[in-house]
């Protein structure tokens, strides 16, 4: 039996603990066990969304979550600004655009981030913009955007500040309440360690102004029909039982970690991939200024064909990291730091990365790269 080592931004491993909470036998969610469940669960997403507002749980991937803030904030006609610097920036835009908002989108070279003064400027020209949307990290750049900075300028209007941070959460930090920041969403999948199938949304008082205005029709995701429900510990349909259950056990384990040592070693786990990145005479494809600790984006050599190379660490040996989408399709790799990983499993990543490399035709000392990020590791 071959490993199945998942390096990838999402879905990411699962730990064992996790696995055996989800093969638990199912309880009624109209019950008093499963509302500690809930209640524990909110707590927790607290923590980690560093926010007093409830987080909603909802039963789908991430972009459910977006499309719920993006339906429930934003009526026809509305005027918004969103952010486009990778794919999930592009679904903001494609989000705003499917529920008829005026978008104004912000275009950022991929790699790079926007930053808070291109935010300013749009809005000083624009009076009446009712909601600014930003990816926290652009999981198709590993670009990070500098949230607070942005925050500031956007609280001091009557805009909305609404956050993709499904891949960030419990991985880099993401001060909600702190920063200003209105909106939050992310997902189980990234951070959190569990399969795919339940998103999270935090709004505050500011948001839900908005959300009550807006005469966009809505059922499934009708954020004060959730929000009604979480007063009660409940939730409005069938959540994700199961996957709810073992949200639980995730939060005890990282809350046990404490978010700032978990943010560390995800930013060791990083810097040690980078090193090993230059050590094998490679260069990391996003700018030195908005570098993301969620994953590694490495530029493969001129003449390897990155889709191969990641279909051979999958395939032939186990070991499964992103390659480039669109534009950058087969000429980078990503390699994920989010969830239960730890350096062994970097290591392991880059011994295999060497090994296609090399089998590839790609002239390096072979062993440079590992050698780096063991080294790092050990200081
Ligand atoms: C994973 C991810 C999403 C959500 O994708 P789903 O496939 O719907 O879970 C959204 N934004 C970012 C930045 C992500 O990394």
Redesign the pocket.
């Known amino acids: 039996m071959k490993r199945n080592l998942l390096l990838t ?2 879905p990411t491993q699962i730990p064992p603990d996790i696995c055996a909470a989800l093969g638990r036998p199912i309880i009624h969610h109209r019950t008093p066990q499963f509302q500690e469940n809930l209640k524990e669960a909110n707590e927790g997403l607290k923590y980690f969304f560093q926010t007093k507002s409830d987080v909603l749980i909802l039963t ?7 499309e719920a803030a993006v339906s429930n904030l934003i009526s026809a006609g509305d005027k918004v600004i969103a952010i486009d610097g ?3 920036g592009e ?1 903001w835009v494609e989000l705003c655009q499917t529920f008829g908002a005026k978008t104004h989108v912000i275009k950022v070279e991929w790699g790079k981030a926007v930053s808070a003064s291109q935010i300013k400027e749009v809005l000083d020209k624009e009076k009446d913009i009712k909601a600014v949307f930003v ?6 750049t590993a670009v990070t955007t500098d949230i607070k900075a942005v925050a500031d300028v956007v609280r001091k209007t009557n805009a909305v500040l609404v956050v ?5 959460l419990g991985i880099i930090d993401m001060q909600m309440d702190a920063w200003g920041v209105d909106v939050v ?1 992310s ?1 189980g ?2 951070g959190f360690m569990l399969p ?1 199938g339940v ?1 999270f949304l935090a709004a505050n008082d500011k948001a839900f102004k908005l959300i009550n205005e807006c005469k966009t029709p809505r059922y499934y995701f009708d954020l004060k029909v959730a929000k009604d429900a979480a007063a009660k510990t409940d939730t409005p349909y069938t959540p994700a039982i199961g996957i709810v259950i073992a949200l639980v056990e995730s939060l005890r384990s990282m809350k046990s970690i404490g978010r700032e040592k978990l943010f560390a070693q995800y930013a060791r786990l990083a810097q040690g991939t980078k090193e090993a990145a230059y050590a094998l005479g490679l260069s990391i494809f996003t700018d030195k200024s908005c570098q993301s600790n ?1 994953l590694t984006a490495i530029n493969l050599p001129a003449g390897i064909d990155g889709e191969k190379l990641v279909k051979t660490m999958r395939d032939t040996y186990g070991i499964s990291v992103a390659g480039g989408q669109d534009k950058i399709k087969g000429k980078i790799i990503r390699i994920g730091h989010m969830g239960c990983i730890d350096e062994f499993d970097i290591l392991t990543c880059l011994s295999c990365f060497e090994k296609v490399l090399n089998e590839m035709g790609y002239k390096f000392n072979l062993g440079a790269g590992v050698a780096a990020a063991q080294k790092f590791f050990n200081q």
């Open positions: 931004p999402g789908s991937s991430g972009t459910g979550a977006m990778g794919k999930f679904r990816t926290a990290s652009e999981t198709s993709d941070a499904i891949s960030a969403v997902a999948h990234k795919p998103a969620v």
